[in-house]
């Protein structure tokens, strides 16, 4: 493709060289540049992609798209273009390079802050079930049909995005589900995408180290369903407080979700066991192997999205008695003498509330409750205060650790969590930084018929330390000390 066919869809402020140059690559990383390439100098968190023009032009790009005003030097064999937000042409150019693969699918994004990978999993889940071709862009793991890809990101950016996209056209898949994160919204890693179908689960607090603050961010998961088109549905849970207000400007036909209240989609819950829930959808029964009224919400918003997309419903109801918890999602491992551990991805307050309560309407003072938490580095500050006086409170011991300390020092962020409670509440708390040394504590210290909570880390099998990724999976050490106890 030439460079005019590229950034036809682009707010084009200027452009200096050859319209028509051939362009063999696109990229927004300079040490991906190779001869022929197309550089998109994009302002992102830690670095700025105008600071690498040059290096990109050395390692033989033949165009530039920028969108700041400061090139000084213009090289003859180079067309350079500058757009009004760079940001938004990366995503106008991936779309345009592998022509627009998301119009040739029907893609449905969820959002929202815990419940977005359940979600968007169990629609592919679902989806692949009942026989469609189907792909999935996810925190956990990204799909073309059953071929499995790893991910960096809760949500790609736009070039890999676009990339898989078409690998999912080329491979005849007629659905995709995607995670929708606010920063990939702010950042308009999304931006151009065709979506038929968007859900919102909840909003809590989380990224407070990236949105000023939470009016900000739930402006941004706003925005999203603000772009939906008209043809396509925006179904959101109407038991959370900001369910309507992601509804208020979208033209997109717009359905609701509940459990306490009234909605389009409406769920009650009868049974509660660590094997599932029996619950009603609608008015029909059934058993599904979740726990947790957090679950009830996720697989309530699934029921709703696939009846939007022309689902039926006997069948989809069939499929959700099937379906089996997302990895690291309230995923259970049993010891031979009777002690349950849960693997969690809870990593906000809300989430870790979210299945400690649902742990104790299993439980019902039958055995005690031990949590495992930490948080982790560089990230959030504020929530770990939170995060400390719900273990707390809803636990009968909690033991303090390190998550993904990534370049902070874990005594630190353990600090940050302990400055939460009250004096009484900090001489109960057990501090082991060494999160194996902490996972085995609780289980040594766990009785017959406790449970032990491992939250934070769930599906990830490394632990971040500065820089470094070591190998680390919580369920795996969980499975370690379990065997350890039973010989």
């Known amino acids: 493709m030439n460079v005019s066919e590229l950034i036809s869809g682009c707010d084009v402020v200027a452009l200096k060289g050859d319209r028509v140059a051939e362009v063999t690559t696109i990229t927004s990383d300079s040490r991906t540049v190779v001869p022929g390439s197309l550089f998109i100098a994009v302002e992102g968190i830690c670095t700025d992609g105008h600071a690498y023009i040059g290096k990109a032009i050395e390692q033989g790009a033949v165009a530039v798209v920028y969108d700041k005003p400061m090139i000084e030097e213009y090289f003859s064999r180079v067309t350079y273009v500058q757009v009004k937000s760079s940001a938004i042409a990366l995503a106008q150019i991936a779309g345009e390079w592998y022509g627009h693969p998301s119009k040739n699918l029907k893609l449905v994004g969820v959002t929202g802050t815990n419940g977005k990978t359940t979600v968007a999993t169990l629609l592919y889940n679902l989806f692949r079930r009942m026989g469609y071709p189907a792909g999935l862009l996810s925190t956990v793991a990204n799909y073309v049909n059953d071929e499995k890809y790893a991910t960096t990101h809760t949500t790609l950016d736009p070039i890999s995005l676009n990339g898989l996209l078409s690998q999912m056209v080329d491979a005849g898949c007629e659905y995709a589900f995607i995670e929708v994160s606010s920063h990939a919204i702010h950042q308009k890693r999304t931006y151009g995408l065709h979506f038929v179908g968007g859900v919102y689960t909840n909003l809590t607090q989380d990224h407070m180290d990236y949105h000023k603050n939470m009016l900000e961010y739930r402006d941004v998961k706003k925005s999203f369903f603000d772009s939906l088109p008209e043809e396509a549905f925006a179904l959101v849970n109407s038991d959370d407080r900001n369910g309507a207000i992601m509804l208020q400007n979208t033209k997109a036909k717009s359905k609701t979700y509940s459990v306490r209240g009234m909605g389009d989609f409406k769920a009650r819950v009868f049974e509660k066991h660590f094997d599932g829930s029996d619950v009603e959808f609608n008015g029909k029964a059934l058993s599904v192997q979740f726990v947790g009224l957090f ?187 379990f065997q350890m106890l039973d010989n």
């Open 295 to 481: 679950n009830v919400y996720n697989l309530l918003a699934v029921y709703g999205a696939a009846l939007m997309l022309g689902m039926e419903e006997e069948e989809v109801l069939r499929v959700l008695t099937l379906l089996t918890p997302v990895a690291g999602r309230f995923e259970t491992i049993r010891s031979s003498k009777g002690v349950t551990a849960i693997v969690d991805y809870a990593h906000t307050p809300d989430a870790l509330t979210n299945v400690l309560d649902a742990i104790h309407e299993v439980l019902q003072g039958r055995g005690n409750l031990l949590t495992v938490v930490g948080c982790g580095g560089n990230r959030d500050r504020t929530k770990r205060p939170l995060m400390a006086i719900e273990a707390v409170r809803l636990s009968d011991r909690a033991l303090f650790t390190s998550d993904n300390p990534r370049f902070e020092e874990p005594e630190a962020i353990l600090q940050d969590m302990l400055d939460g409670l009250s004096e009484e509440q900090q001489g109960s708390v057990l501090t082991i930084v060494d999160r194996r040394e902490a996972i085995k504590t609780a289980c040594l210290l766990a009785k017959p018929g406790d449970v032990v909570l491992i939250a934070g880390k769930g599906h990830e099998d490394y632990q971040e330390v500065k820089g470094v990724r070591y190998p680390f999976d919580d369920r795996v050490e969980v499975v370690k000390v």
